[in-house]
């Protein structure tokens, strides 16, 4: 393969003819398709289209600024998206089908955490393992049993503060 220079490649006559893309229809591209012995005959029916970036954002009456800001990426990254400046990677392109589908639920997990004290966070996690017990177990846990659980609590605070955990005899 040569290697060329990009001005060398700007001065350069295109190959392509625009002409004859242009007067292409969709006829001619399923026949060309038919025709080739290598393409699947059928369109796959699992294919997912990815919405644009631009008409995900209009769909749900957003800004620019406000999508941004949702997402924790800055604006002039969200334009390149729009604006086909840059390409989409995987891991964009699958972030923005997981908000177009449930957008509720994906702004809400990316929402920046509220800063609470280490308190507050014991007694959600309290809360939280209490509802994971319930469902496990299938039975009802008295909150009252596990607030005095010195265990639980001494537990919970060395994992919040991530220090190493040491067995109780």
Partial sequence: MARISLSELRTRASTV??????????TDILAQRLSDPDAPSEMPTDAQTVE???????????????????????VGTWRNWEQGRVRLDPTANALLRIISREPTIAFAVLA???????????????????????????????PEDVAASVATQELLQRVMAGLP?????
């Fill in 17 to 26: 003819d625009r002409a004859k893309v242009d007067a292409t229809t969709e």
């Fill in 112 to 142: 920046p955490a509220a800063s609470i004290s280490v308190d507050e966070e014991i007694a959600v996690t309290s809360q939280r393992l209490m509802e994971l017990i319930e469902l496990q177990s299938g039975r009802q846990i008295d």
């Fill in 165 to 169: 955990q040491t067995r109780h005899g």
């Fill in 52 to 74: 644009p970036p631009k008409a995900l954002r209009v769909r749900l009456g957003m800004t620019q600024s406000e999508i941004a800001a949702a997402l924790g990426i800055p």
